[in-house]
């Protein structure tokens, strides 16, 4: 992660980075809302949330230079990002609301909170609830005055997706879950049936995914050093096999990260 702070900086690029994802259109102009009451209101400029949420909306990885300087990059593309410290219902001190408009008269607005650690939850998308916190990919998408496809588009869950789906008035939300890539044979079947050309596909933003976990060969300091003498296996050979059952990352992927 980048500094100075996981909570104010990286979780922000996450969020502006996920939300990025949710427009799925090429962004125009961003409204970034901080509650007068809560935590990130006095400092977050200081703290570097400025450069987390900017960086974001423009697509810069967190570890790209350019986020340093990410204002004038803004401009350059004609991207207008305004902060407002408002109020507005939270159930966190970290919470930031962002709504998003694309060159495509797209918009979504949602509200997200940092729960620590560089960390978040997307609580809230165009008044749904929701439960996103970047560690799956995702697929979210809206339709307004058509019938609910729900029960045909259960039928078509691939195997490990979860699909979730919610109404208000004529607007329902259809979201899918999962720890492994969509097959864009998926996302062609989806389109058809929903009769929708803007589906967004929304890429985990976690170093670790969920979802792809295996067992453990050794749990307890007892069966570690079992396991060691067995497998003649040293202290990094038991570390690195504890990361790769966490994660369900590959050796060559953990000593990228590690």
Same mark, same amino acid.
């Given at each position: 992660?980048?500094?100075?702070?996981?909570?104010?900086?990286?979780?922000?690029?996450?969020?502006?980075?996920?939300?990025?994802?949710?427009?799925?259109?090429?962004?125009?102009?961003?409204?970034?809302?901080?509650?007068?009451?809560?935590?990130?209101?006095?400092?977050?400029r200081k703290q570097g949330t400025t450069m987390g949420v900017d960086g974001g909306l423009l697509g810069f990885e967190i570890t790209d230079e350019r986020i340093k300087d990410v204002e004038s990059y803004a401009r350059q593309k004609g991207i207008a990002i305004d902060y407002q410290v408002n109020s507005f219902p939270t159930t966190h001190a970290n919470t930031v609301r962002l709504t998003l408009w694309g060159i495509l008269q797209k918009k979504v607005q949602l509200i997200a909170i940092s729960i620590g650690g560089g960390s978040f939850r997307i609580q809230s998308i165009n008044g749904f609830e929701v439960e996103m916190n970047g560690e799956l990919y995702e697929i979210l998408f809206f339709t307004k005055g058509k019938p609910d496809i729900s029960d045909e588009l259960k039928k078509r869950i691939p195997f490990g997706v979860k699909f979730l789906s919610a109404q208000k008035e004529?607007?329902? *939300?259809?979201?899918?879950?999962?720890?492994?890539?969509?097959?864009? =044979?998926?996302?062609?079947?989806? *389109?058809?049936?929903?009769?929708?050309?803007?589906?967004?596909?929304? =890429?985990?933003?976690?170093p670790i995914i969920a979802g792809r976990q295996t067992e453990m060969p050794f749990t307890t300091i007892e069966s570690s050093i079992d396991y060691a003498e067995k497998t003649s296996a040293d202290l990094g050979d038991l570390g690195l096999i504890y990361e790769k059952c966490l994660s369900g990352m590959s050796d060559n992927e953990l000593n990228r990260y590690y």
């Open positions: 992660m980048r500094g100075p702070s996981s909570s104010h900086t990286a979780a922000s690029w996450r969020i502006a980075r996920t939300a990025l994802n949710i427009l799925n259109d090429q962004l125009e102009k961003a409204l970034v809302e901080f509650d007068r009451d809560g935590a990130w209101a006095p400092n977050y004529d607007v329902i *939300k259809y979201e899918y879950k999962s720890s492994q890539p969509f097959s864009p =044979e998926f996302i062609a079947k989806l *389109k058809n049936l929903a009769r929708v050309d803007d589906i967004p596909v929304i =890429e985990p933003v976690m």
